[in-house]
C-alpha cells in the first residue's frame, strides 16, 4: 500500500499544481483547461450519450480495419515465411512499401477512394498490416529447425507441420503483433477522423478545437489511451491463456 501511495504521490502533486495553475489564471482556459472542469465536461458527455456513441463509432471502425489487416498480414506473412518462393515474390515489396508514410498517404487515398467511410478503414488496415506481417514472418523463421526435424522424422506431412509445429511456435510473435497493430490503429484513427468525419471521437476533437474547447480535447484524449489500455489488456489474457505452455523466467 505504501508503494502505491508513493507512485501515486507524484501524479496527484501534478493534478494539484495543474488545479492551482488554471484557478489563478497563470494557464488560461484556452490552452488547457483545468483537471477539474475536465471531469465536469466528462460527467456531461457521459450523462447525454454524446460519449458513448462517439466510442462505437471508432470502435467498429478500428475493428474493421483491425480485421482486414489481420488477414492480408497473416497471409502475407504465411506466403513468405513458409516458403523461398514466397519470400522472393512477396517481402522486399513489404518492405519496401511500409516504409511509406502514413500520412502521406491520406492525400492519395482520398483521391483513389473518396472521403467516406471505406478511406478511414483502408487507412487503419494499411497502417495495421505491416506490425502483423514482420511479426508473424519472424515468428515463423525464428522456428527452431531441430523440432521441425523431428516432426518430419515423426512422420508429418506438410500441413500437419504447419499445424502442429509452426503455427504454435509462431503464437507468441503472432500475439505481440496483435498487440502492436491495436496500438497503431488507436494512432491512426486519430489522423483518419480528420477527413470528413460526422461521428467518431476524431470528430469530437475536431468540432472542440474550432470551438477552443480543450477539455473536450483532453476527455477524448484520454478515452483513447483507456480504449488503448483496454484492447491491450484483452490481448494479454488471451495470451495468458494460449501461452500457459511457455515458461517465463519472471515468476510471481
Keep these: 500500500m505504501n508503494n502505491v501511495l508513493r507512485r501515486a504521490a507524484g501524479p496527484l502533486a501534478l493534478l494539484l499544481l495543474w488545479e492551482a495553475a488554471s484557478r489563478t489564471?497563470?494557464?488560461?482556459?484556452?490552452?488547457?483547461?483545468a483537471p477539474s472542469q475536465i471531469f465536469v465536461t466528462l460527467g456531461e458527455l457521459v450523462v447525454s450519450?454524446?460519449?458513448?456513441?462517439?466510442?462505437?463509432?471508432?470502435?467498429?471502425?478500428v475493428l474493421t480495419g483491425l480485421a482486414v489487416s489481420l488477414t492480408l498480414g497473416t497471409s502475407l506473412?504465411?506466403?513468405?515465411?513458409?516458403?523461398?518462393?514466397?519470400?522472393v515474390a512477396v517481402d522486399s515489396t513489404m518492405q519496401m512499401v511500409r516504409t511509406l508514410p502514413f500520412l502521406g498517404l491520406v492525400p492519395l487515398f482520398i483521391l483513389w477512394f473518396g472521403i467516406g467511410e471505406f478511406t478511414k478503414i483502408a487507412l487503419i488496415a494499411f497502417a495495421t498490416t505491416f506490425p502483423m506481417y514482420l511479426t508473424l514472418y519472424s515468428g515463423i523463421r525464428g522456428i527452431d529447425a531441430k523440432l521441425v526435424?523431428?516432426?518430419?522424422?515423426?512422420?508429418?506431412?506438410?500441413?500437419?507441420?504447419?499445424?502442429?509445429?509452426i503455427l504454435p511456435g509462431a503464437l507468441p510473435?503472432?500475439?505481440?503483433?496483435?498487440?502492436?497493430?491495436?496500438?497503431?490503429?488507436?494512432?491512426?484513427?486519430v489522423a483518419v477522423e480528420q477527413i470528413n468525419a460526422t461521428a467518431g471521437l476524431g470528430y469530437l476533437i475536431n468540432n472542440a478545437r474550432d470551438f477552443m474547447r480543450t477539455d473536450v480535447i483532453v476527455v477524448c484524449l484520454l478515452i483513447y489511451s483507456l480504449?488503448?489500455?483496454?484492447?491491450?489488456?484483452?490481448?494479454?489474457?488471451?495470451e495468458h491463456y494460449a501461452l500457459a505452455w511457455r515458461p517465463s523466467f519472471i515468476k510471481g
Design 49 to 61: 450519450g454524446e460519449i458513448g456513441g462517439n466510442v462505437l463509432v471508432s470502435l467498429q471502425r
Design 77 to 87: 506473412a504465411l506466403v513468405a515465411g513458409l516458403t523461398r518462393q514466397g519470400e
Design 25 to 33: 489564471g497563470v494557464l488560461p482556459e484556452r490552452i488547457l483547461a
Design 173 to 189: 510473435s503472432f500475439l505481440v503483433g496483435l498487440r502492436y497493430s491495436l496500438g497503431v490503429a488507436w494512432l491512426s484513427l
Design 227 to 238: 480504449l488503448g489500455l483496454a484492447t491491450d489488456a484483452l490481448v494479454r489474457a488471451i
Design 149 to 165: 526435424e523431428a516432426a518430419r522424422l515423426f512422420g508429418l506431412s506438410y500441413p500437419q507441420l504447419i499445424v502442429h509445429v
